[in-house]
Structures are given as structure tokens and as C-alpha cells.
């Protein structure tokens, strides 16, 4: 199992390389190099860790136990996202019985 770090990245979003990284204690110095790229016309995106990919990564977790707590993460909004999408459907059945009945 691999040690995950807290890395901060700038990516090339034409390329999809990364430029530049730095750890997240020091994010400043990759903001600084964001904005040398933006002055130069390159397109460029920050990607720094979540909160829970932080977390794991601070009590030494795996790159492994990161990625199943990602699916687990995407699944629960997943899931949330579907019940809120049948409650909206089921709130516009009943306003369309209110007004139309």
C-alpha cells in the first residue's frame, strides 16, 4: 500500500499534464504559478485534495482506502441525487392535481 499525499496540482487543460505541485501547506506558491500561466494565455486548472482525501492522507492511509471512500462518496450523492429526483416529480404531481383539479 502507498502513502497518499496532500498535493496541490496545476494542470495544462489543453494537455491534461501537470505543471506544477507543491504539498497543500504551501498552496500559495501554486496559485502563484497559476496565475503565471494565465498571464501567458495557458489554460490551466488547481486541483488540490478534498477534505476527506486529507483526512485520509493525514492518518496514512492507502491510495486504495482513498479510492473506495471516492465510490462510496459518489454513490451516497448518487443516491441522493435519484431520491431528490423522484420527490420533485412527486411534488409536481400533486401541484398539477392542486391546479388542474
Same mark, same amino acid.
Given at each position: 500500500?502507498?502513502?497518499?499525499?496532500?498535493?496541490? +496540482?496545476?494542470?495544462?487543460? @489543453?494537455?491534461?499534464?501537470?505543471?506544477?505541485?507543491?504539498?497543500?501547506?504551501?498552496?500559495?506558491?501554486?496559485?502563484?504559478?497559476?496565475?503565471?500561466?494565465?498571464?501567458?494565455?495557458?489554460?490551466?486548472?488547481?486541483?488540490?485534495? !478534498?477534505?476527506?482525501?486529507?483526512?485520509?492522507?493525514?492518518?496514512?492511509? !492507502?491510495?486504495?482506502?482513498?479510492?473506495?471512500?471516492?465510490?462510496?462518496?459518489?454513490?451516497?450523492?448518487?443516491?441522493?441525487?435519484?431520491? @431528490?429526483?423522484?420527490?420533485?416529480?412527486?411534488?409536481?404531481?400533486? +401541484?398539477? +392535481?392542486?391546479?388542474?383539479?
Amino acid at each position: 500500500m502507498t502513502k497518499q499525499e496532500n498535493l496541490v +496540482k496545476v494542470y495544462d487543460d @489543453s494537455l491534461k499534464e501537470v505543471l506544477f505541485e507543491c504539498p497543500i501547506t504551501q498552496i500559495e506558491r501554486a496559485y502563484r504559478f497559476l496565475s503565471q500561466m494565465e498571464e501567458l494565455n495557458i489554460p490551466v486548472r488547481l486541483s488540490y485534495p !478534498s477534505l476527506p482525501e486529507t483526512l485520509n492522507a493525514s492518518l496514512g492511509h !492507502s491510495q486504495e482506502l482513498l479510492e473506495q471512500l471516492k465510490t462510496e462518496i459518489t454513490e451516497e450523492i448518487e443516491s441522493h441525487n435519484e431520491a @431528490s429526483y423522484y420527490l420533485e416529480q412527486a411534488l409536481q404531481q400533486t +401541484k398539477d +392535481k392542486i391546479l388542474f383539479h
